[in-house]
């Protein structure tokens, strides 16, 4: 960071403060006295970055006056827009590698137009996490790590050998080999500054990511969240976030949880709870007595939960417990004491049990942690919170209810099917509510060591006991870090945990993402064949329709512990207070509560096992990775050299044409709807992460360059080559087209009438010099911030889109693209505007158009109807101008 004489205004707040028998320099925001006393905290840190970043170009002085006057801005309907610049970026691999794509595609137009390449490079420090392309394709056994892990290097070695160029073509960027862990655990226990000494200049660590569980940082104090991938290059690139002026609210945490409820519980509680309330674009701050009864693992798995709750972040301002954590996992003393001295002196260091630091929230909900019980949530939506006391009478009714979040729609004559099979030699019959997919997955909670120790110590009693986990079903451990194998073994629990089958598979999301890898072909035919509703059980964070894996149509998130006790059980048909899991050899009935841990016996092996070497040997040799990452050969120089045949890296077609100047607006007219769809389309069924499905317009593309099945892979993999994923995006099994009337990614070319795969028909539009635009429903683009999930309908040609409401991270990344997208005026649908998707559209957006303005959108069939243009900001407004946000940084660099 450098601080130039005479730029920032702001100057005069910069002071001297001595650390250490070190002095260090920082903006004394404390100093605006009673005004920034009741700033919340989370804002606090929008305010000093504004107040160090104030150039009066980027950020100016009056985006500081605005947030300075948050509690009067925050209630301005409309909202008060204001620039943000973070002070770091992270990235996993699935989303990363696109990112780095672009990176040097942007190069490649620079030097064209007559720029210096080397200009593109990160400037704000950019770690990379490579965790996402492991697939669980070995269970059950001692090699099953290595296994995966020599599989995940043979599917995905060129994907590696490219990053592993960017790390050195690229300044500023840290790239973490595979094996590591998962990003957000990784952000947590290593990555993660809380205060950065930059320079001797001393500020709040914050960051923005490009997975939206980024969110997961706020539990240690550092404010973060998920955006789309190309907004994250912006900021790589040194552009600030341009951001509407949040409404805060205070969630008060009040008493102590029972001795057997878990974090997972009450985070699926606060879920529920919130978005009951409706938190979209806020941010939500933590308080109260409660909080500090909370370790900072349980408060980061409630951070890391906030996309399913619909807030921006889930803020837990830095206390003592947070600085214990710190030491807890092997960061220096000397830099801990930079962070406590720091934000003591600028008022961001908290004491939850003190109520006069308590400052003034938009609106405050209270939460008695004394009420929350045992949960899950589904079948198909994390915020649908289910007690376990009544699971089994809940799915009993999904079955049976209409089809929908809760509903399978099964007939009376259908809910007694059956299923058989043979595995291994034996025979084994499913019903509806088999578990066949049980698995310790996600950050959400392999970043908390009580629920993982907990698991570990239920385990070891199951198997004490002697209860078992049937083989056929698929049962993993993915921790997101080696540090957990490390607690686990050393508390030891490995053996047990092993015994009921679930063994260490790899570090990465896994099941969580949908890798869970195939089930055995005998099982899905008795699956697909009596249209069996079977179910996976997952300690993850998303349970949407399709993400597991194909043949689990109920998906249920749940504690580690919950994983193993239904993978005991064998269903979720179970009523674990009146029905044993198991019986003694004696003959005694066993039940889960026989062996379920309490919260006093897991600290207690916590306290024993979880110790600050650890963190300090497994993070020492984060950075060298495996004999397969050192060993691989990466190419050199500033320009990638593209491989034509590549099917994993290839040369993206968004800079194709680019002039130096700014091209005159285009009017969309005559406009065909690829897709007529429903509400709570999400990223998932836009952009398909699992495997690529055998008859897709993505498996014919891999085929025709001679790859078979086996090595397709997934499109998570090939997020590097456009070709693919254009071809996969509205691939989802799931996704319901109104043109259509059943799931499938299928749609109607209009001219002709024809049904036919979504890609093949936008082919056909584009080869007709045809715009698209989408109709859509509520809440589209909701679930994990993906860039693909924008620059997929731009490359199937998909202009615009008319929607009820948008997930705020996907209106983001449409802008960011170029795509243009529009909301119906409140109370207004497709359906009472008596749009039939069949009409042609026209729609022209003024030259001198306002940030929400609202136009008018007319038909061939002379309808007219008014949408709001939701470009939110000027910023918006710029990068659609440009044709997109990395066309603006091409020009701005040229």
Not at 347 to 369: A, C, G, H, I, W
Not at 405 to 416: A, R
Request: aromatic share 8%; proline share 5%.
């Amino acid at each position: 960071m450098d601080i130039a004489d005479g730029e920032n205004p702001y100057k005069r707040l910069l002071k001297t403060i001595e650390i250490g028998g070190i002095d260090c320099q920082y903006y004394d925001v404390a100093s605006f006295g009673d005004k920034y006393d009741k700033l919340p905290f989370s804002i606090r840190v929008l305010l000093e970055s504004a107040v160090r970043n104030c150039d009066e170009f980027q950020v100016k002085k009056t985006d500081v006056e605005k947030i300075l006057k948050w509690e009067t801005n925050q209630k301005v309907p409309e909202g008060v827009e204001v620039a943000f610049k973070p002070a770091r970026v992270i990235l996993q691999d699935f989303t990363g590698v696109p990112a780095v794509v672009d990176f040097a595609a942007m190069r490649d137009a620079v030097k064209s137009l007559g720029g210096d390449p080397d200009k593109i490079n990160p400037i704000c420090p950019s770690d990379l996490v490579i965790d996402h392309s492991v697939q669980v394709d070995f269970t059950r056994g001692d090699d099953s790590l290595k296994k995966n892990e020599e599989l995940e290097f043979e599917r995905n070695k060129e994907r590696f050998m490219f990053l592993k160029w960017g790390a050195k073509a690229f300044k500023n960027m840290l790239i973490v080999p595979p094996g590591s862990g998962i990003v957000h655990q990784v952000n947590l226990e290593y990555l993660a500054r809380v205060v950065f000494n930059n320079d001797g200049v001393l500020y709040p660590d914050s960051v923005v990511g490009t997975d939206s569980h980024t969110t997961m940082i706020n539990g240690l104090g550092v404010l973060g969240w998920g955006v789309g991938g190309i907004e994250a290059e912006a900021v790589m690139l040194g552009q600030a976030i341009s951001m509407l002026l949040p409404k805060v609210v205070g969630y008060k945490l009040e008493g102590i949880l029972n001795q057997y409820v878990t974090s997972t519980d009450l985070v699926l509680t606060i879920t529920k709870n919130l978005r009951q309330l409706g938190v979209v674009g806020k941010f939500v701050e933590f308080f109260g007595p409660g909080v500090a009864e909370l370790s900072i693992a349980d408060r980061a798995t409630i951070s890391n939960m906030c996309p399913e709750y619909g807030a921006t972040v889930g803020f837990f301002a830095v206390d003592q417990q947070s600085l214990s954590y710190l030491r807890q996992t092997s960061r220096s003393e000397k830099h801990v004491t930079y962070i406590e001295e720091y934000l003591r002196t600028v008022k961001m260091l908290r004491n939850y049990n003190d109520p006069s630091q308590d400052p003034v929230f938009s609106e405050v909900v209270t939460l008695d942690l004394a009420t929350v019980v045992s949960s899950v949530s589904g079948p198909k939506r994390p915020h649908d919170r289910v007690s376990v006391s009544d699971m089994k009478n809940d799915f009993l009714s999904c079955l049976s209810a209409k089809i929908g979040f809760k509903g399978f729609g099964l007939k009376p004559e259908k809910l007694k099917t059956e299923g058989k099979f043979q595995f291994e030699g034996k025979d084994y019959t499913l019903n509806h509510g088999s578990v066949v997919i049980a698995a310790i997955t996600s950050c959400t909670n392999t970043s908390n060591p009580s629920v993982m120790l907990g698991a570990g110590l239920l385990a070891k009693k199951a198997v004490e006991a002697g209860l078992t986990v049937a083989p056929y079903i698929k049962t993993s451990l993915s921790p997101g870090s080696g540090v957990v194998t490390y607690y686990l073994k050393e508390s030891g629990v490995i053996p047990s945990l092993m015994q009921l089958g679930f063994d260490v598979v790899g570090y990465g999301c896994m099941t969580c993402i949908g890798n869970s890898g195939p089930l055995p072909d005998s099982m899905v035919d008795a699956i697909e064949k009596n249209e069996l509703v079977c179910c996976g059980v997952l300690s993850g964070n998303r349970n949407f329709e399709g993400r597991i894996h194909p043949n689990t149509r109920a998906n249920y998130l749940a504690s580690p512990l919950l994983v193993i006790a239904y993978a005991i059980a064998g269903t979720v048909i179970i009523d674990f207070d009146t029905e044993p899991l198991g019986r003694r050899a004696d003959g005694k009935e066993i039940f889960l509560r026989d062996i379920w841990p309490t919260r006093a016996e897991i600290q207690t092996i916590e306290q024993k096992h979880v110790i600050p070497a650890m963190f300090t040997e497994v993070y020492s040799k984060i950075e060298k990775g495996s004999g397969s990452w050192s060993s691989l050969q990466a190419p050199e120089g500033k320009l990638y050299p593209w491989d034509a045949e590549s099917t994993y890296i290839k040369h993206p077609p968004y800079f194709e044409g680019l002039t130096k100047e700014l091209p005159p607006a285009r009017p969309i007219r005559r406009a065909r709807v690829l897709l007529n769809l429903g509400d709570s389309v999400t990223t998932d069924h836009i952009s398909p992460a699992g495997s690529i499905a055998r008859n897709s317009p993505a498996a014919r593309y891999l085929a025709k360059r001679g790859l078979k099945p086996k090595e397709f892979n997934s499109y998570g993999s090939r997020r590097g080559n456009d070709a693919v994923m254009a071809r996969g995006t509205f691939a989802n099994i799931r996704l319901v087209n109104k043109f259509i009337g059943k799931a499938g990614p299928r749609t109607i070319y209009i001219p002709t009438n024809e049904e036919m795969d979504i890609f093949d028909a936008a082919e056909k539009y584009v080869n007709d010099g045809v715009p698209l635009i989408a109709l859509v429903g509520k809440e589209y683009g909701s679930g994990s911030s993906r860039d693909w999930a924008a620059k997929g309908p731009f490359l199937q040609g998909i202009r615009a889109v008319i929607a009820e409401s948008y997930e705020r991270i996907h209106r983001s990344n449409l802008v960011g693209m170029g795509i243009i997208p529009l909301q119906y005026l409140p109370g207004q649908t497709a359906d009472s505007l008596g749009l039939t998707g069949l009409e042609l559209y026209d729609i022209i957006i003024p030259t001198d158009c306002r940030p929400g303005q609202t136009i008018t959108v007319t038909t061939d069939d002379g309808k007219r109807f008014d949408v709001i243009v939701r470009f939110d900001t000027e910023v918006d407004l710029t990068y659609f101008k440009h044709g997109g946000i990395l066309n603006y940084m091409i020009r701005t660099m040229v």
